[in-house]
């Protein structure tokens, strides 16, 4: 019996999470063209390329939360009260304000900018981790994965760093959004 109240919830949440799933995308593109731009920014100065992506995926975020809570506002509400999360875009609030403390400690110089990117792949492999244990094995496998990666390149290839966990922080991304979207097809 409580196995199958487990297996009911996790549909649930995977339900939940699929609302989510163009955040992934996006995010994990961003992040991808971000260390592609590192290496470019060898011949030719593209840091302005770097923020204008960030710049759009931030407005496609917020285009895409807004659908959202128009969605949510017109039904579906029996899904938030049986499964516990809520809107699912509270879901976002413990990242946004990762990403937030992460912003203020780089802007007042708290984080070399060395480390910044590893502290951004610890966080997002943390957060794998976090849902994986509500969604599924894989993405704990997916969170240690890139947990041991930022370990590697914070002891040992910390010069490359940025280029490496953004290009693989940004394929774990999208490669969490194709999980969840498969899972969520077979449910």
Aim: overall charge positive.
């Amino acid at each position: 019996m409580q196995n199958e109240k487990q297996v009911h919830k996790r549909k649930l949440w995977i339900g939940e999470a699929r609302a989510l799933l163009p955040l992934l995308f996006i995010w994990g593109a961003e992040w991808m063209f971000s260390a592609l731009m590192d290496i470019a920014i060898y011949w030719r100065d593209l840091d302005w390329l770097k923020q204008a992506a960030l710049l759009t995926a931030v407005v496609a975020s917020l285009v895409q939360l807004w659908s959202l809570r128009k969605d949510f506002r017109a039904g579906g509400e029996g899904i938030q009260d049986q499964s516990g999360w809520g809107h699912p875009a509270l879901l976002l609030l413990p990242g946004v304000m990762l990403i937030a403390a992460i912003a203020l400690l780089e802007a007042i110089g708290a984080i070399g900018p060395l480390f910044a990117p590893v502290l951004r792949a610890f966080i997002l492999a943390i957060g794998f981790v976090q849902f994986g244990l509500l969604l599924g094995r894989p993405l704990i496998y997916l969170g240690l994965w890139l947990f041991a990666l930022s370990a590697v390149m914070g002891v040992w290839y910390l010069g490359y760093s940025a280029v490496i966990l953004e290009g693989m922080g940004g394929i774990s991304l999208v490669v969490c959004g194709y999980m969840l979207r498969v899972w969520g097809r077979q449910s």
